[in-house]
């Protein structure tokens, strides 16, 4: 399970750009995708042996002008309660303002593990200007300039030292292990039972890596399948209308942690910014996905065109994706629901052979050169895959700096075609050398 470090602090302290300094990598898959709102509160990273996720709770919210001082806002007081780590966000150049006392106040009510990152440090003495942070009783103070990236490497270690390095990377198991996502309501725990209710269950209850979750493993068809399953999602034969807190951090973790996410999304209400901000995470982490639109029962043609119309617009950017019209409640249309998401776990562990991928790269190269970078054209010689889940395809060459992103593109159909990979994400990188 990878820790969660959650940044706090007041607007303008840094906590962005720190943000940012912690999660540069890996964002292949995301960059310049037309629809896709680019979800910058929370990301991924590495320092070492250590991946961690990172939430900054900067702009969760709207700022409340008014009263500002007296009650930090509600999602932000969730997230704080559910981090592995809180960093605590100051300005260095400022020093210690009232708001920062009444952050402080509420963080060390909150019993939670605060570190204090004094910031916008660049050019001055740490002793000096960490002094005054004392006074706010959580401990050292850690000085680092996220604008000039100083200090950032040892920030991140100070925060990751409570945790162990990954473990050996385990070999992955064989078969999909499915995390079913989406807003509250939509119908997830309806989903699951209406799932399980159909298949033998082997194995319940054992414990999985992310805080208050478990696997379910079950099999269909002699197919064998891992559900991994937070809790209040399952409510097995129960009726509960309590209506679960969503809980981001969760959310993100049970991605992370799964190969195939099944993302619901309600027939019966608008496509949402949570909606394609969870999208948006799915394609970071690139996780295979399936798409299940839930509550399509008693729905005229009419109103079934519209939604089909609106999610075509809004979600485009995950054509990728197989898409189910079901009702969860009432178990229709959901026959090829397990069918998509072995198509999904197959793509996103497809073994591409070089020969193949080779030819493939070559004959697309003969129907579309790649457009010429200045005086030279990018020369494209061999492909050879780099990785899985998501399939990753490396394209070496010479003067490959200068291919446009829509060739890239390009490529990246040509393959997803070549090699039916429905389902996955695919990247598509540039090598220049042998
Ligand atoms: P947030 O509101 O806490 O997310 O703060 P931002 O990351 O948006 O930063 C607020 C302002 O402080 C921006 O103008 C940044 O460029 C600036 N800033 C951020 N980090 C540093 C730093 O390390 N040194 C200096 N001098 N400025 C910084
Ligand atoms: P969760 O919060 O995402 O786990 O959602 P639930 O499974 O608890 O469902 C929320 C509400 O939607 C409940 O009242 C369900 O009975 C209802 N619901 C779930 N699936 C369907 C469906 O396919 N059709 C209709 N009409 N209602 C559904």
């Known amino acids: 399970m990878k820790p969660t470090l959650v940044l706090v602090g007041r607007p303008n302290v840094g906590k962005s750009t720190l943000f940012n300094r912690l999660t540069r990598t890996r964002d292949a898959i995301v960059a310049d995708i037309p629809g896709l709102t680019r979800d910058r509160h929370y990301g991924q990273g590495r320092v070492g042996n250590k991946p961690y996720l990172v939430m900054d709770t900067g702009g969760l919210e709207p700022v409340i002008k008014e009263g500002i001082l007296h009650a930090m806002a509600k999602q932000t007081l969730q997230a704080i309660d559910e981090a592995d780590k809180v960093m605590f966000i100051v300005d260095g150049r400022q020093g210690v303002t009232a708001h920062d006392k009444i952050i402080a106040e509420q963080l060390r009510k909150s019993g939670q593990k ?144 799964a190969n195939v996410v099944v993302l619901v999304l309600d027939a019966r209400n608008e496509i949402s910014d949570q909606d394609t901000h969870i999208a948006g995470f799915i394609l970071e982490t690139g996780r295979a996905l399936v798409i299940v639109v839930n509550k399509w029962d008693g729905l005229d043609d009419y109103q079934r065109d519209t939604i089909k119309r609106e999610l075509n617009r809004k979600l485009a950017f995950l054509s990728f994706a197989q898409l189910h019209y079901i009702s969860a409640l009432h178990g229709t249309g959901m026959k090829n629901l397990l069918p998509s998401i072995d198509t999904a776990y197959a793509a996103a562990m497809a073994h591409l052979p070089t020969p193949k991928l080779t030819r493939a790269l070559i004959a697309a190269v003969e129907k579309h050169p790649p457009p010429r970078g200045g005086m030279s054209r990018p020369k494209m010689r061999y492909a050879h895959q780099g990785g899985s889940n998501p399939p990753l395809i490396i394209v070496h060459g010479s003067m490959l700096q200068h291919v446009p992103e829509t060739y890239r593109r390009y490529l990246e159909n040509t393959f997803r075609e070549t090699f039916e990979l429905k389902g996955t994400p695919l990247r598509v990188d540039f090598k220049v050398g042998h």
Do not use: W
């Open 114 to 257: 605060i570190l204090l990152v004094v910031n916008k440090t660049e050019g001055m003495a740490t002793a000096v200007v960490t002094a005054e942070f004392y006074e706010l009783g959580l401990g050292d103070p850690c000085a680092i300039s996220a604008m000039h990236g100083d200090n950032i490497q040892e920030l991140a270690d100070l925060a990751l030292v409570d945790f162990p390095d990954a473990e050996e990377e385990t070999p992955e198991s064989k078969h999909p292990k499915i995390a079913i996502v989406g807003r509250p309501n939509v119908g997830k725990s309806t989903l699951v039972n209406t799932l399980l209710g159909e298949e033998r269950v082997i194995a319940f209850d054992q414990p999985g890596t992310t805080r208050d979750s478990i696997y379910i493993d079950f099999t269909h068809k002699d197919k064998q399948y891992t559900l991994i399953d937070t809790a209040g999602l399952r409510r097995r034969g129960q009726v509960h209308e309590t209506v679960e807190k969503f809980s981001v951090i969760k959310t993100l973790q049970t991605i992370e942690d």
